[in-house]
């Protein structure tokens, strides 16, 4: 997806503060980053480690409205470092994209344990992790949203595979659950976010959707969904995803 001047939003229509996105380097995330950029919001967004990335490319073209962090989820103290480098900042929105998927597609006993503890850590615990160390930076009436999958729904599982991808979207469900229940009665707005299959490095070239399909609907949907307290289990297309 490429932005020019031409189809560029009007910020002044769109509106929306800060944005904090937590994996905006490539996929997803750096459409999300061009999405937001487009509609004229400032973007905090990160990448891991040093290395040249395309959002850097989209922070060149945009050099007022992106700035480029450095976060690797799965490090407590990484998170702990950019936290104390962004006190005083406050968003409307923080969203946690990073999520990793297993090379393989053993079943959840044949998975080594190495692998089945990193897609764990990376897509349940570490998500958690981010929004407890930047929930308050959110504005009050602000959105917490994290990328799942349709893959997470325990209900929509008869089908089957990808099995440990599952279980860690699953889990990662269940513990904003839990962090929602915890923050019952608070005005945030909640999401967990549901892209639809889409042609990533993660999602493979065979995936049902382009990346300009599945991520302007993405970015609607969280727009539409602002100042609706409570958690969101929604698709793309703003369609509750049953549990
Ligand atoms: N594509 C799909 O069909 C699909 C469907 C449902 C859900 N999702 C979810 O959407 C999100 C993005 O997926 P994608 O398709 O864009 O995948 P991708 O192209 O593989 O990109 C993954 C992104 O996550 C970042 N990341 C991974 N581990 C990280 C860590 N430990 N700390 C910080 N950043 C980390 C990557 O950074 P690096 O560049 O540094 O690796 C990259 O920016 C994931 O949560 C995925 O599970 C994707």
């Not at 490539?26 to 040093?50: D, K, N, Y």
């Not at 989820?73 to 936290?83: H, V």
């Not at 279980?167 to 904003?176: P, V």
């Amino acid at each position: 997806m490429t932005t020019t001047n031409s189809d560029a939003l009007d910020p002044r229509s769109t509106g929306g503060g800060p944005v904090l996105l937590i994996g905006g380097s490539r996929g997803l995330g750096l459409a999300l980053a061009e999405e937001w950029v487009r509609r004229g919001r400032h973007v905090v967004a990160t990448v891991r480690g040093s290395a040249r990335t395309p959002l850097h490319d989209l922070a060149d073209a945009h050099p007022d409205r992106i700035e480029i962090e450095t976060v690797d989820i799965t490090e407590p103290g990484q998170i702990a470092a950019l936290r104390a480098r962004l006190a005083g900042r406050t968003f409307d929105l923080l969203f946690v994209n990073a999520g990793i998927a297993t090379q393989r597609d053993d079943s959840v006993a044949q998975t080594p344990t190495d692998d089945f503890v990193r897609v764990m850590v990376t897509n349940a615990l570490s998500p958690l992790r981010v929004i407890e160390a930047f929930e308050d930076l959110v504005e009050p009436t602000g959105t917490i949203g994290v990328m799942s999958s349709g893959q997470g729904s325990v209900a929509n599982n008869e089908s089957g595979g990808h099995e440990v991808y599952r279980g860690s979207k699953a889990a990662l469900n269940t513990f904003m659950r839990s962090y929602a229940a915890r923050h019952a009665g608070q005005p945030r707005t909640l999401v967990l976010m549901a892209p639809g299959w889409v042609r990533t490095e993660l999602g493979g070239e065979g995936a049902r959707l382009t990346i300009d399909e599945s991520i302007p609907n993405v970015v609607r949907t969280l727009d539409g969904l602002q100042g609706s307290p409570g958690l969101h289990y929604v698709d793309y297309l703003g369609r509750t995803v049953p549990w």
